[in-house]
């Protein structure tokens, strides 16, 4: 068994939610392991679960004391870890990475994130990864009167300088922001900026283990 979650080679477009390949390869290695005694004709030993990283550390949204820690627990519970490398080819019987590794495996499991709709391809408006920058209004650089938010909007974070993930937390309030925007537009007065703070993130990582940055304190372990 080999469960593989990198990030998306070049012929694919490159997902933004890499905590869920943490999340779903340390359940499927929880789910197998405790499910071996239950097999008289399967040792642990005969499992190998594989997760392929094309960055230097995992989970690279927490600090690196929280990745380096969840580094260290996910070896601990036998996973290997495969780091600056991705998949290049995929057979129905190998999974070859770009470091030289091939695996012989009959499963992969492949969480590449998400991906904004093809219609943005046909705009002709700057792109991120393809999704269009915005500014704190929701707004399209080029295009004041045009609004863009979720999966296919790049927006910024003026707090931190970096861009906001496509998270539900980030999400939902987005909607409210560009539903009262476009009535300014429309009626006319001062736009609303978006100034949404993200309350925290959480990864589980396996044997009632996890790390979680909330409201900016870290902590892992049971409790998270």
Known sequence: M???????????RRGWRRVYRIETIAAMNDFLREAVPFFPHIRNNMLRLILVNSGKAILPEFREKLGTYAQ?????QKLEIHSNCQVTAVTDREVTLSNGT???????????GISPHALLDTRPCQKVRGRIPVNEYLEVPEWPDVLALIDCAVMPDLKTGTSRPPTTQHERPE???AAKNTLVSVRGGRM???LYSTIGLLAPIGKRTGV???L???FSGFIA
């Open 2 to 12: 080999c469960g593989i979650s990198p990030r998306t080679p070049p012929e694919f």
């Open 72 to 76: 260290r627990k996910l070896t601990e």
């Open 102 to 112: 091939a695996v012989t495996t009959n499963t992969l499991v492949w969480t590449a």
């Open 175 to 177: 909607g409210k922001v």
């Open 192 to 194: 609303k900026p978006f």
């Open 212 to 214: 979680a940055n909330i």
């Open 216 to 218: 900016g304190v870290n």
